[in-house]
């Protein structure tokens, strides 16, 4: 099993600035993904964290405004770039191996952008 | 993305068994079926997955249509800590789960 911590677990932040989420797992994984999920709404894929390249982003997310990255098997960080109030909403680390079975998520961290 | 399809809502009462449905037709012979769920402030939780057979684990069973274009998510006997999001999923060869909007499930007493 793999254990996930997410920093900060909640900020209020002002719109224009910038949040950097960090995510560290207790065990080297091969896969790691962010999530974002807004009020009371499932998760929305936002990008595959690469260890040592670009990260992979679902449509209609894109690298200057959600930078990711990943310099090892057990961290990544995800920055949430120029915030607006529409960017208020939990974001989510995962990490897993590349075989099927169990992916772990953190707690997320809740971002209200004011 | 090959997707699934969920009640919104389901209720049971506590100490019974709860049958979770799911339909994926459109799934690819390579697509596992993933179950996670999602309690209130929390981060989603793995309970199970399955390829082709049924599958048992101390959390629930999988139960997997033979064309397997369906699936059941099985909880033996609910309880209040059961109530939750259940999200039946197909993992993408890639790794990620694309999740849907799942099925809020509500326990009574």
Redesign the interface.
């Given at each position: 099993s793999a254990v996930?911590s997410q920093k900060p677990s909640r900020d209020i932040c002002q719109r224009g600035t910038s949040l950097t989420i960090q995510c560290q797992v207790d065990s080297q994984v091969?896969?790691m993904?962010w999530?974002r999920q807004q009020p009371g709404q499932?998760?929305?894929?936002i990008a595959?964290a690469n260890q040592g390249s670009e990260a992979t982003y679902e449509s209609g997310f894109v690298i200057d405004k959600f930078p990711i990255s990943r310099p090892n098997l057990t961290f990544s960080t995800l920055t949430v770039s120029n915030m607006s109030p529409e960017d208020s909403s939990i974001y989510?680390c995962?990490a897993?191996?590349?075989s099927?079975?169990?992916?772990?998520?953190?707690?997320?961290t809740r971002l209200t952008v004011v | 993305d090959a997707k699934t399809t969920q009640p919104n809502s389901m209720e049971s009462n506590e100490e019974e068994p709860v049958h979770l449905p799911c339909n994926h037709s459109t799934i690819s012979g390579t697509d596992y079926i993933h179950w996670y769920r999602q309690l209130p402030s929390q981060g989603p939780e793995y309970v199970i997955h399955g390829l082709t057979s049924n599958v048992n684990n101390r959390m629930a069973s999988l139960a997997i249509a033979e064309d397997r274009k369906s699936s059941t998510l099985i909880l033996h006997r609910a309880t209040l800590r059961d109530a939750a999001v259940y999200y039946c999923i197909l993992r993408r060869s890639q790794g990620n789960l694309i999740f849907g909007k799942g099925t809020k499930l509500s326990v009574k007493p």
């Open positions: 996930i091969t896969m993904f999530y499932s998760l929305t894929l595959t989510l995962s897993g191996q590349i099927p079975g169990e992916a772990f998520f953190g707690q997320g | -």
